[in-house]
């Protein structure tokens, strides 16, 4: 019980999506669901159902999304009846439920990218034109088209900043700052999703691990600045002349991973091969030539990543030992 409430806990705090869908969830229990109980009372069994089906949705879209992972299914579900529901209520209650609508368009942009929640917003407010007796006079129906037309409008600029925000964190937190490869988080990650694929699907995976070749003497003679530049130059020439498929890790200081998935032994020696050569042929430091060794290891089955990477330290190890500018492969 314990484990589980941690699971839980720990999905809505890194899974904000997950969480907003949740509170709507939880927003359809405990605030639409009295307004249904409300209306049954007063005697309005139309309305009363209408509240009903909509909480019902609400809630069933989010146990969807925890039991199914969808969130983007669900979110969308949720918000169509956000909208539905609002247009519902002002059908039914006339300019009471007017307001329902302002919260309906700000919940949309919690849950739904930003497209569908303008696109939303303005169907809603377009539909709303139709109900008969929902505005007392032309001024008012402006009145309440402007201000939901501006509500709309500064949820759009907030939802945008927050997504722009959100890509600056993630990008800093999975790349590396100097070269702008993946950090070692990102590799983990994504070693863990190749296995899991390859496990799935029965596709091969191998990994070059690279090393730049006495780089500890660019940076004594040439100085830390310049060996900088040898190591994002390095890495915008991994990233040209790669597969779009293929992911780029910053594994030390001057060492890096390189991730081919499907893709076997011999396609791992041709890469390399092709990456030597671009490398003799483009990257000096005031005319010293770069080299760079690499230890080459394909996925085992069953094997965990901590395995797979040491195998192809260790061949990275051997090709320094047999001289440099070399490929070693892994047992």
């Avoid at 490869?181 to 990994?207: F, K, V």
């Avoid at 890495?235 to 998935?261: Q, S």
């Amino acid at each position: 019980m314990k484990a589980a409430l941690s699971n839980v806990l720990f999905r809505l705090r890194n899974d904000f999506q997950l969480s907003m869908i949740s509170v709507l969830g939880a927003i359809g229990v405990l605030a639409i669901l009295p307004f249904s109980l409300l209306r049954f009372w007063q005697g309005n069994p139309v309305a009363g159902t209408a509240d009903l089906l909509v909480a019902s949705a609400i809630c069933g879209s989010a146990l969807y999304a925890w039991r199914s992972g969808k969130l983007d299914r669900a979110g969308v579900i949720i918000a169509l009846c956000n909208t539905a529901g609002s247009l519902a209520v002002e059908v039914l209650l006339g300019k009471p439920g007017l307001y329902w609508m302002y919260v309906a368009m700000l919940a949309n942009f919690f849950i739904v990218g930003r497209n569908i929640a303008v696109s939303l917003a303005l169907a809603g407010i377009a539909l709303a034109q139709f109900i008969p007796g929902a505005f007392d006079d032309p001024v008012q129906r402006a009145s309440v088209i402007t201000t939901q037309l501006l509500v709309a409008l500064f949820a759009f600029i907030f939802a945008h900043r927050t997504a722009i925000q959100h890509q600056m964190l993630e990008r800093l937190a999975t790349h590396d700052a100097l070269t702008g490869a993946r950090n070692r988080r990102a590799l983990e990650q994504e070693l863990d999703i190749a296995m899991a694929t390859g496990a799935r699907q029965m596709r091969p995976s191998a990994l070059l691990l690279l090393d730049l070749d006495h780089f500890k003497q660019v940076n004594d003679r040439y100085g830390h600045e310049a060996g900088d530049q040898v190591l994002c130059q390095f890495v915008d020439l991994i990233h040209a002349h790669t597969r779009a498929g293929d992911r780029l890790f910053r594994y030390g200081g001057e060492e890096f991973v390189l991730l081919l998935e499907n893709t076997g032994i011999a396609g791992a020696q041709a890469a390399f091969a092709k990456l030597q050569a671009l490398v003799h042929a483009r990257l000096r430091i005031q005319q010293m030539p770069v080299t760079i060794s690499a230890g080459a290891a394909a996925l085992h089955p069953g094997e965990t990543r901590e395995q797979w990477l040491a195998r192809a330290d260790a061949a990275l190890y051997r090709a320094k030992q047999n001289g440099r500018d070399r490929l070693e492969i892994a047992d």
